[in-house]
């Protein structure tokens, strides 16, 4: 595996092509950013730990059966991932209130949802990721129908597979964020999935351990992200050790 030129670089990651055009290698950057990229800082060792914390969900999830891009851990901060064609829509479930929806619908943070809920958002930083429906989807060719479906009942899976896992380690999973692509005939879940990309609360406390101690300056963000991964399982110190390593 020869690391090639940089593809793009997003917020919190960058990209780069490698030898094999079907593979890519993510870099997970100690970026941090909040409010369409407004607020920006690093954070020491923040780029380790999620891509630690990725690899452990994207295996996870392989093993109950969701098809994803990652293949190996290449290094503490890079990943081997497929090269997907992505769709450029942000697929989000809530189990219970918090950001967006509270300010959109005026209901409180922290009420359960009956049911859990889902939005796409078009990914799009200039428009600020409004909110968008399938139609719009479709109208618009972002997607096709049976795609839309696909990524609507695929994220509703992820959504039962790491709640239950979270519930075991005493954490609510509050709402996440996924992204997809096609690779060949195939749509795989892509991108990330970290506490960057979702809310979670200790299920006793309701303290978050998430991105949103970034975004409301509460502190120790790398931290607890260091102890949810611990609260799974998953000790981000162990040095990354896979044959793609070698
Ligand atoms: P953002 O685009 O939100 O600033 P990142 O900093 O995480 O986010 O950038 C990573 C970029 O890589 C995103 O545009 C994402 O859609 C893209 N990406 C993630 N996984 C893949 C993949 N397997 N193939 C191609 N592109 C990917
Ligand atoms: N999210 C994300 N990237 C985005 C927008 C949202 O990862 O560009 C995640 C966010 O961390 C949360 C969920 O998606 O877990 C729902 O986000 P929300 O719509 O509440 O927006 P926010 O107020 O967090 O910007």
Redesign the pocket.
């Known amino acids: 595996m020869k690391k090639g030129e940089l593809l793009y670089s997003g917020k919190a990651k960058s990209v780069f092509l490698t030898d094999d055009p079907g593979q890519l290698i993510l870099y997970f950057r100690n970026d941090t950013s ?3 990229g407004e607020k920006v800082e690093q954070l020491n060792r923040k780029g380790m730990v999620n891509n630690k914390f990725n690899a452990f969900i994207m295996e996870r999830l392989a093993a109950a059966g969701v098809a994803t891009h990652f293949e190996a851990l290449l290094s503490e901060t890079e990943s081997i991932v497929k090269r997907l064609d992505m769709i450029p829509v ?1 697929c ?1 479930v ?1 189990n219970i209130a ?6 959109r619908l005026g209901v409180e943070e922290g009420i359960d949802l009956e049911v859990p809920t889902f ?1 796409f ?1 078009l ?1 799009n930083d200039a428009l600020h ?1 409004p ?1 968008i429906n399938e139609y719009h989807i479709r109208s618009f060719g972002w997607a096709g129908a049976d795609e839309v479906e696909i990524m609507k009942s695929r994220t509703f899976e992820v959504n039962e597979i790491l709640k239950a896992l979270f519930r075991e380690a005493g954490i609510l999973l ?4 996924l992204e997809f692509g096609r690779y060949g005939d195939a749509i795989l879940l892509g991108d990330e999935f970290t506490p ?4 979670l609360w200790d299920a006793k406390t309701r303290e978050k351990l ?3 101690r970034f ?1 409301r300056n509460l502190g120790r963000v790398v931290e607890s992200y260091e102890a949810v991964a611990l609260r799974l399982g998953l000790d981000v110190d162990l040095p990354v050790t896979s044959a793609a390593a070698q």
């Open positions: 909040a409010f369409d942000e989000v809530r918090a950001g967006s929806i509270c300010k939005e958002f990914k990721d909110m509050v709402d996440f964020k960057d990309g979702c809310r998430d991105k949103d975004r």
